[in-house]
Structure formats: C-alpha cells, structure tokens
C-alpha cells in the first residue's frame, strides 16, 4: 500500500511551482559536489513531484519540463567534448632508424625524397644526423 506522502499543511493551493524547481535545483548541487549521482538526484526530485503533491497540482508535463530545465545545462556541459590535452609531437624510434638507414644505404635523392615524407621530423632528424657527423 503506497498512499501518497502529503504534510498536512502542505495543499494544493499553497504549492508554487518556483518552490519545486528550487529543490531540484538543491538536488542538482548535490549531484555536483559528487554527493549523490545524477540517477539519484532525478528520482528524488521526480518523488517529491508525485509525492509533495506537485503532480497533482501542476500536472506530470508541467513538472517534468521544470526538472528537464533545471538539469539540461549539466547534461549539455557534460555531452560537450573537452579539449583533448595536446602532447608534444616526438619522433618516433622506428623513424629514426629509418632515416639512418636511408641515409646510409641510399642515394642523397632517395634521402631527400624520404625526408619529403617525414615533414613533422625533419628538423629533429637534422639534429641527430649533426650530432651524429660530429662524433
């Protein structure tokens, strides 16, 4: 038997709309600080709707819009992707030696051509051949 929870003082003609949207809105910081989780903070507030009387006053659309307006901007913000962290390019290793290879075993042409296709590591690749020729 689940008879509906109802305060006493608490009718259908003392209840404001306003007043629901404010505890959901206490119900969405909750869910911000990382104290509940948003299933949780949308149960509660979709009980208190039924419960409190809201639903009956207002109606279940009216009362699912208010919910859906208050929490939209935190489902929005978290659909957005976030800027990926940007690493600093690096070399590979595999390239590395392919450059030494080819600069052994090939003709300064074929090198030129290779280093053609490895634009992002020329200017690394330049500096190892220097510290290369040096010792």
């Excluded at 689940?2 to 259908?12: D, G, K, N, Q, W």
């Excluded at 290793?93 to 080819?102: E, I, L, N």
């Excluded at 600069?103 to 296709?117: C, I, S, V």
Aim: proline share 6%; aromatic share 8%.
């Amino acid at each position: 038997m689940s008879a509906p929870l109802r305060h006493p003082v608490i009718e259908a003609e003392c209840l404001d709309i306003a007043d629901f949207v404010e505890c959901c809105g206490y119900q969405l910081r909750h869910m911000k600080m990382g104290l509940i989780d948003r299933q949780t903070a949308v149960d509660g507030c979709q009980f208190l709707a039924e419960h409190g009387g809201f639903v009956a006053a207002f109606g279940q659309d009216m009362c699912q819009r208010e919910l859906s307006r208050v929490f939209a901007p935190s489902i929005h913000a978290e659909l957005e992707p976030q800027p990926a962290e940007l690493r600093a390019y690096r070399t590979p290793q595999a390239t590395v030696d392919a450059f030494f290879y080819v600069m052994r075993n090939e003709t300064p042409a074929q090198l030129t051509a290779w280093l053609a296709d490895h634009p992002r590591d020329a200017a690394h690749l330049h500096k190892l051949w220097k510290s290369h020729a040096v010792t």
